[in-house]
């Protein structure tokens, strides 16, 4: 059982990726709004991936240009993963601007981390809540799935078991 998890989390990884990586060979983070400019239509540079629902949206200054608020994109690295942690939040000690935003995260062993979310992608800064280590030089990771692989066993069983959960809710509805 946990192989098939960790075989179909490697699946799910390797589809994040694609996914996340566009025609012209930039990759994004999960829920970023940038269109690549490079081989596509003038209707799709025009095209913004802005969720008019969502509350913490003032405007479409928001959403338009060639990067999202780091801020909001924080909110959304959060929303997505939360279920796979024991905690993680924006910090709201840290200055957080347009471009660099900070998280802390708790992972299922204990371990304490505070994450620089950039352009450049998510990598370690501290090894405390707030704490940011000007000397520290860790890896960028380009999606919060593989940061937090590479961090936490915890991390990886509990997606892999919500994958699971999901693909035998899926088979029972016969899709």
Known sequence: MMQEAISAHQSISDYVRRRETCRAGMTLFPGMSRMCG???????????????????????EDCVGDVKDMRLEAEAVVNDVLFAVAEMYVSQMLNNTLDVAYINVKT???????????????????????????NLSSQYHETVYSLLDSLSPGYREAFGNALLQRLERLKQNGQ
């Open 108 to 134: 299922r062993e204990g371990n304490r981390y505070c994450l620089e979310l950039s352009e450049a992608g998510l990598r370690v800064v501290g090894y405390q809540f707030d704490q940011v280590n000007e």
């Open 38 to 60: 490079v081989d596509l239509s003038a209707e799709e540079r025009m095209e913004v991936d802005c969720n008019q629902g969502d509350p913490t949206i003032d405007s479409i």
